[in-house]
């Protein structure tokens, strides 16, 4: 589902875990369909934008929109799936599947058991699924198609740009952010190196924005090493 300001003919297209619930909240701000509905607050902001996978039919609907996404650094936004949706909210504990199918799969993992079975938990819990999925369901396979691309470094301009198109103050809340950071270096080589392997499309794909810190000469290129001789 695209999500539209149709007043002033914006057009956005949400990534989960890169500063959505943010965007979101100060799309709010400058939609009066919205603001006819009274202030969101952050619970709430989701129901009136759902985020869904990007489908071709539904974006030809939106030319000559201005349209934009926003994207994270692939390790942070996967690290960050860890800290919010399983530490802080205790998600994997709502999830029935996991808890009956999966019993060798704990719904409070340390970080290092939880990425390197990654691919368990993304199967057995919707919550993690979502949010792990590749930018690329999300966002569509050609970022051409956007008028502007912001990382989620770049938000106080998307503000800036959000204002000058609306003609009305806009703030950017910090919404929905990690209280914790994991950082990458806590984690065992082996973790590294299966997260290495997990997001080498990650990094092909948004390439012209996050070099591959698991590639030669990265910052984790002696676990993407490990990784090819094990």
Same mark, same amino acid.
């Given at each position: 589902?695209?999500?539209?300001?149709?007043?002033?003919?914006?057009?956005?297209?949400? /990534?989960? +875990?890169?500063? &959505?619930?943010?965007? +979101?909240?100060?799309?709010?701000?400058?939609?009066?369909?919205?603001r006819q509905q009274g202030?969101?607050?952050?619970?709430?902001?989701?129901?009136?934008?759902?985020? #869904?996978?990007? *489908?071709?039919?539904?974006?030809?609907?939106?030319?000559?929109?201005? *349209?934009? &996404?926003?994207?994270r650094e692939p390790l942070? =936004?996967?690290?960050?799936?860890?800290?919010? #949706?399983?530490?802080?909210?205790?998600? $994997?504990?709502?999830?029935?599947? $996991?808890? #009956?199918?999966?019993?060798?799969?704990? &719904?409070?993992? @340390?970080?290092?058991?939880?990425? %390197?079975?990654?691919?368990?938990?993304? @199967?057995?819990?919707?919550?993690?699924?979502?949010?792990?999925?590749?930018?690329?369901?999300? /966002?569509?396979? @050609?970022?051409?198609?956007?008028? %502007?691309?912001?990382?989620?470094?770049?938000?106080?301009?998307?503000?800036? @740009?959000?204002?000058? =198109?609306?003609?009305?103050?806009?703030?950017?809340? %910090?919404?929905?952010?990690?209280? *914790?950071?994991?950082?990458?270096?806590?984690?065992?080589?082996?973790?590294?190196?299966?997260?290495?392997?997990?997001?080498?499309?990650e990094y092909e794909y948004?390439?012209?924005?996050?070099?591959?810190?698991? +590639?030669?000469?990265? =910052?984790?290129? &002696?676990?993407?090493?490990?990784?090819?001789?094990?």
């Open positions: 589902m695209v999500i539209a300001v149709e007043a002033h003919r914006i057009a956005y297209m949400a /990534l989960p +875990k890169a500063g &959505c619930t943010t965007v +979101k909240t100060a799309l709010a701000q400058i939609d009066p369909a919205v202030a969101p607050d952050t619970a709430n902001v989701h129901a009136l934008y759902p985020t #869904r996978r990007f *489908r071709p039919h539904r974006w030809q609907g939106y030319a000559g929109y201005w *349209r934009f &996404c926003v994207v942070q =936004r996967l690290l960050s799936v860890y800290t919010n #949706r399983v530490v802080e909210l205790g998600e $994997l504990h709502n999830s029935r599947r $996991l808890r #009956r199918a999966r019993p060798d799969l704990p &719904c409070d993992p @340390d970080p290092d058991f939880f990425f %390197r079975n990654l691919a368990g938990y993304r @199967d057995m819990a919707s919550v993690i699924r979502h949010h792990v999925l590749p930018a690329w369901l999300f /966002l569509g396979p @050609d970022l051409d198609r956007y008028d %502007r691309i912001y990382t989620t470094g770049t938000l106080d301009q998307l503000a800036s @740009d959000l204002a000058l =198109r609306s003609g009305a103050q806009v703030t950017m809340p %910090r919404a929905n952010a990690s209280a *914790r950071r994991l950082a990458p270096e806590s984690l065992k080589p082996e973790t590294l190196a299966a997260l290495g392997a997990h997001l080498a499309p948004l390439n012209a924005f996050f070099p591959n810190p698991f +590639k030669p000469g990265g =910052r984790f290129s &002696c676990a993407a090493s490990l990784r090819r001789v094990s």
